[in-house]
């Protein structure tokens, strides 16, 4: 190579020789132009980003630093000198106030409390009080909307209250009057008789089984004078069967879909005439079906209800009244002999399932799928009490025999027992091992608690230390439902498996 020779680089990266020095400079030339234009594509493609306003201002981002700086030591100087009380729960309070989590994760008192004087610091030692002090227009906006209001009713509801009122008080003073003179007994006694009916509570035997419908049954009533049995079934069809020998009566034909309960009137086949309305029946298209003794078809319908499913539906003890369920989130009450709804009750959140009356007949309490249960007084309609404490739904409620105990069953798997006297729940059963379908107290003493669950067994419970007496096994699929006699004979089950089953106790007396 010669001296006027010399490698010259350019930007595709090729080592090109140009043999003198005008090659040389036209080379260079050609390379600055294929530079520029690179560059000139970087910028259009976003890959160099060059400012064309000029230079980096040095000095203003050391004021803006300084500036940054000068006010987190003033932030600081402040947050020592505000005083945070030591004491973590007003702390916590104090934070609650401002609308700050009161605790965050992994933090101790120190780091809460030093939180919270960085806050104050931050937002001004006044923030606490301005939060404190709420605008009379706001509190008076909350004060309306804690009251309790309620809907003027009919003249016909004033009158049920008052029907109802007479009805239920000379009953209570009778009742307390048998629990005083039942105190009155001496303990050794009282001891004796119990353990006398747990005995024979625990020698109960299946005594017959019967298939009921050819598809699942969902609930069995006894009637009042203990010789008949009313069974509901999901084909619509419910039936009637004699006891004890499981004979098939009578269908009672009317409903088109899955059937809810079946009831019997409070004076059915001990006073009322078989041609009266002796039986109750719902659905789950929202029909509700009368019924006497004598007919397969409905002596009436009551309509309200559809679209609306409905549950359950019990009769008051006086019988004139009609409580039914609905899945409007509402319980009704019907006068059967004004042929009319006298009462519709809200106060659930989620639909009612399950009602039950007081044997005073002046209490109701009700189980709804929110998971609470309440008490009405039929008098006034106040609710008396709020039954909270389940984790489920209430799938099914039962008064006792001495009026102021309840037991409600809940899709948890447990039994609440609640005292109306206390105001509180004063035991809670794990009962089963899945939901409880069916609650029943003994009837006329309320000594035991029967119990049904989708596990496949009844259970029956002590009262009042509800201990296991006995577990009724034998069921191949869920227990829908439960009853006992009135003469204490007989304990009925229905279950999924489309039978129902009569227990029966060993040894003499009854259960």
């Not at 140009?18 to 132009?33: I, M, V």
């Not at 729960?89 to 401002?98: D, H, N, P």
């Not at 008192?109 to 227009?137: F, I, N, W």
Request: net charge negative; hydrophobic share 35%; charged share 25%.
């Amino acid at each position: 190579m010669s001296d006027e020779e010399e490698p010259v680089v350019v930007p595709t990266g090729k080592t090109v020789h140009y043999g003198s020095l005008e090659a040389s400079e036209r080379a260079r030339q050609s390379g600055e132009t294929s530079t520029q234009d690179v560059i000139a594509e970087a910028k259009v493609a976003g890959n160099i980003n060059i400012s064309e306003s000029g230079h980096f201002d040095l000095e203003a981002a050391e004021a803006e630093s300084q500036a940054e700086l000068l006010a987190e030591f003033e932030k600081r100087k402040r947050a020592r000198q505000i005083h945070v009380s030591t004491d973590d729960s007003e702390v916590k309070a104090t934070l609650r106030q401002l609308g700050e989590p009161i605790c965050l994760f992994g933090e101790g008192p120190a780091e809460r409390r030093e939180r919270l004087r960085q806050l104050l610091a931050l937002l001004g030692e006044d923030a606490v009080r301005q939060k404190r002090s709420t605008p009379a227009d706001t509190l008076k906006v909350k004060d309306e909307d804690n009251i309790t209001w309620y809907h003027e009713g009919p003249a016909s509801l004033k009158e049920a209250r008052f029907s109802i009122a007479e009805f239920s008080i000379p009953r209570a003073k009778e009742r307390v009057q048998r629990q005083k003179q039942e105190k009155m007994l001496p303990v050794t006694q009282k001891n004796a008789r119990l353990q006398e009916l747990q005995k024979r509570v625990r020698s109960i035997t299946n005594d017959c089984s019967q298939i009921g419908d050819s598809r699942p049954l969902s609930y069995c009533s006894f009637s009042p004078n203990s010789h008949m049995l009313a069974t509901a079934s999901w084909s619509g069809l419910c039936k009637l069967w004699s006891i004890p020998d499981c004979q098939f009566i009578r269908n009672l034909r009317g409903h088109t879909c899955n059937v809810g309960a079946i009831v019997f009137h409070p004076q059915a086949t001990v006073g009322l005439s078989d041609n009266a309305c002796c039986m109750a029946s719902c659905g789950q298209d929202g029909t509700v079906k009368l019924w006497n003794l004598v007919s397969e078809e409905p002596v009436a319908d009551i309509e309200g209800h559809a679209p609306y499913r409905v549950s359950r539906l019990k009769y008051h003890p006086s019988g004139r009244f009609l409580g039914t369920c609905c899945f409007d989130n509402s319980w009704r009450l019907w006068d059967l002999e004004v042929q009319e709804e006298v009462l519709h009750q809200e106060g659930h959140s989620k639909p009612v399932y399950d009602i039950s009356f007081q044997i005073d007949g002046s209490l109701a309490v009700t189980g709804g799928l929110d998971a609470y249960g309440r008490v009405w007084d039929l008098r006034s309609g106040r609710c008396v009490m709020f039954l909270e404490g389940h984790l489920k739904s209430i799938l099914c409620t039962d008064f006792s025999h001495d009026g102021f105990h309840v037991a409600t069953g809940s899709e948890d798997n447990c039994v609440m027992i609640w005292d109306l006297r206390q105001r509180k729940r004063v035991y809670t059963i794990p009962a089963h091992t899945n939901l409880v379908s069916m609650v029943k107290f003994q009837p006329n003493h309320g000594n035991y608690l029967v119990t049904a669950s989708y596990d496949g067994t009844a259970k029956v419970w002590a009262n009042p230390t509800w201990t296991p007496l006995k577990n009724l096994a034998g069921h191949e699929g869920k227990v829908m439902g439960l009853d006992v006699t009135s003469d204490l004979k007989y304990i009925a089950t229905c279950s999924f498996d489309r039978t129902f089953k009569l227990w029966v106790s060993e040894l003499p007396g009854g259960l």
